[in-house]
């Protein structure tokens, strides 16, 4: 099976054109996972928490007010590793009468992505910084074959598949902070996305005799604009405030399927990339001692607004999902909360850091009862895209500050995700 999926997609990156990118209600698609964690190890290490803090180079991706607590010019890297779990449908039963899901069975593939993830160079002076930097806001992989899964109530039965994606989205961007007054700055950051994806679906079964091969395919890549905006208040050495407002881009993409390498479909849509906005506060109870606490509302739904399907029709013309088999994703809140220590009696100051923080379930999901819907994909895309739940993500790591470098660590673990993550800082 893994073979055909090989040669499959190899066949439709030769048909497709480029400018591709999709999400639709492919099976491969209800395995994609989405992260818009800050940069940085001493971020990764606090939970995230780092809209209120903002205190490094790691600032012009997460908060660029943050960008005018430097004093001097500095260069970043990081480098970051992640090992997703991907959890999927793999067999057992489900059920229409009622509707249910309680036999399924869920296997998980393990993958690593990793690499240079953010590199960044900051020149302050006493009113304004301005910075250069280049983020991987994402990079996920995912491969697997399924079982399908049987109707315990009717007889019926969804056919094995295996499925293949990875997905990538690089930003390089430019930012700049300003002084409002002695106790409020803020700051812009005007960014390029280079988005990519290579993902396809290959299911083989028996038809009047005959094996068919149906293959879907979501492959390509696009350019677009996004943006930030941040705030930061600090009315005295005990407290600090921050708040950050995330523009995010559209993509324009192509969707495909072929029958026996045949194409018969082939449609255009767009993707919409989560916009979020978030406020963060930090809290220094002694020079030492530092809490910080964020709130992000993330509009996780602009991805699957005007979601289309790959078989409800044969023409170039998009079905829209909703209310037909409603696919979507609902807006989440994630909460962040880390603290810092900073042994200050060391020659070189030592950090110790650690947080918790809640992800809430944005995996593509159906809506409703798909046993009323006269469509006959409802019931497959309520069994296939029925994986997805709430996490929380414990983390932990240290910092070592010299005179001109800091190295930093980080690790943040949770069912779905762990990540690993060293960055350094040389100030000159």
Known sequence: MKTKLALAIGLSLAVLAPNAFAITDEEGSAALQFNLSPPGARSLAMGGAFIGLADDATAAASNPAGLLQLAAPEVSVEFRSSYYDTPYVDGGSYSTSPFSTAGLNVSRDAERVGGVSFLSFVYPKENWALAFYRQEALNFKTSFASAGADDASSGGFIFPFAAAAELTDVVYGISA??????????????????FEIDSATLRTFTQSG??????????????AIGGYFGLMVKPND???FGMTYRSAPEFKYQAAAFRNNNQFLLKDTKFDSPDAWGVGAVWRPTESLSVALDVVQVNYSEL???IVSNFQNN??????????????????????????????????????????????????????????????????NAVLFSQGDDELHYSFGFGWAFDKFQVDAGADFSDNVDTWSVSGVWRF
């Open 177 to 194: 902070a300003f002084k409002v007054n002695d106790y409020i700055s803020a700051g812009v950051s005007l960014n390029t996305h280079d």
């Open 210 to 223: 005959s094996t068919v091969n149906l293959l879907t395919v979501q492959q390509g890549d696009d350019s």
């Open 238 to 240: 005990q407290w600090q």
């Open 304 to 306: 699957t607004d005007n």
């Open 315 to 380: 023409d170039a013309a998009p079905i829209v999902l909703e209310g037909i088999a409603p696919l979507q994703i609902d807006d989440g809140v994630e909460v962040h909360l880390g603290g810092e220590y900073v042994f200050t009696n060391f020659q070189n100051p030592f950090s110790l850091r650690a947080g918790v923080w809640h992800d809430p379930e944005h995996s593509i999901g159906f809506e409703g009862d798909p046993v009323i819907r006269d469509v006959t994909d409802a019931v497959a």
